[in-house]
């Protein structure tokens, strides 16, 4: 495989690899080895010649070198990214330690066994391949350099958003951490009669009783974690304008859950109404985002099914009680509020339709 290689005082200096247990990525074909002419496959740290891998060339990202005591690596193929993670850093889990290194090169996972590529197999798919720099800051004995299972994570302006973890079940679980502290909190009132919409038995706030208010939303991560409930977007039905949302739960359980909808007027994003049997949503104010997401579409994951929705409203999760609000609750921070047409896609059953733990990507 094609492998980035560090130059210390003249001498090339093989970089070992990290392996992370493979994730559900299909392989996209194969090819038969060549033997190497002789003294055309470098085999420092153990590396495989075909019949693994230190490549003699500079890095891919920058077509440079990079000291051996530098904390450098290589990415598999897909994770590479077409260059995208170019001089991002990554930070990497392994021994019961930590270490921020950054990406400066390819780990070929497409080709292999040609002068290119140093006459080393392709990469396997799941692979970080990492300076002796990082093995040292991981405390591994050099005895034991050249195999050891990681977790890696993107490291985003200095701080980690959000995890992948990569188990030996092969499959991708992504772990957010979620930084959303609420902003604030209010007092109910008690609506004046008839003021509050009760379809698909929405809340209405309750005299004295304290809300909690936010103007952020969990992390959008690559399969964000939600709750799913219930709403009319159709002229008519239990569905109103943003600022009418609230996605809070009975008390008692019920065969509809709150819906965040529920005020009777347009959409936010285009002032109109939306029928039953469309696949459109509302989203919590973070997850709005101001409008940002109107009228595009995100796609719900649940009850072992998945469906493409339209982004056509904003849950409030900033006000509540009064009568723009339809006097009820502040929406939760974490809601996608859904037509029928959406809970009909994912199969759930209409007793049951109203609170669902989903997950939602865009």
């Known amino acids: 495989m094609k492998s980035f290689c560090f130059l210390l005082c003249l001498v090339l200096v093989g970089a070992t690899s990290l392996e992370i247990n493979a994730q559900t990525c299909k392989p996209s074909g194969g090819i038969h080895g060549r033997t190497p002419p002789p003294g055309k496959c470098n085999q420092q740290n153990n590396s495989d010649c075909c019949v693994k891998g230190d490549g003699g060339g500079p890095s891919e990202c920058d077509n440079q070198y990079h000291d051996d005591d530098t904390p450098v690596v290589a990415l598999s193929t897909g994770w590479y990214k077409g260059g995208d993670r170019c001089h991002k850093y990554i930070t990497i889990n392994g021994n019961g330690r930590s270490v921020k290194a950054m990406v400066v090169d390819e780990c070929d996972s497409t080709m292999g066994c040609d002068g290119d590529h140093d006459y080393q197999p392709p990469c396997p798919n799941n692979i970080v391949d990492a300076s002796k720099a990082v093995w040292k800051a991981l405390g591994v004995s050099e005895d034991n350099w050249g195999d050891l299972g990681i977790t890696w994570t993107d490291f985003l302006a200095c701080k980690i958003l959000a995890s992948f973890d990569y188990l030996h079940a092969y499959q991708l679980h992504w772990r957010s951490i979620q930084t959303c502290k609420p902003s604030g909190g209010m007092r109910g009132r008690k609506p004046p009669p008839g003021e509050c919409n009760q379809d698909h038995d929405s809340d209405c706030c309750v005299q004295g009783k304290f809300y909690t208010t936010y103007t952020c939303s969990p992390p959008v991560t690559g399969h964000t974690k939600a709750r799913l409930t219930i709403n009319s977007f159709q002229k008519g039905g ?70 493409r929705a339209m982004v056509v409203d904003e849950c409030d999760s900033t006000m509540g009680c009064d009568g723009e609000h339809d006097y009820q609750p502040p929406c939760p921070n974490n809601i996608v509020d859904a037509s029928e047409a959406v809970w009909k896609a994912l199969g759930v059953s209409e007793d049951n339709w109203g609170d669902l733990d989903i997950t939602w990507t865009e």
């Open 238 to 307: 239990d569905g109103g304008r943003g600022e009418s949302r609230n996605g809070n739960y009975m008390d008692p359980p019920s065969p509809y859950i709150a819906s965040p909808l529920d005020g009777g007027g347009p959409s936010e994003c285009d002032n109109r109404y939306h029928d039953d049997n469309t696949p459109v949503v509302a989203l919590s104010t973070g997850w709005y985002k101001g409008g940002d997401r109107c009228h595009k579409y995100i796609t719900i994951n649940g009850n072992g099914r998945s469906v």
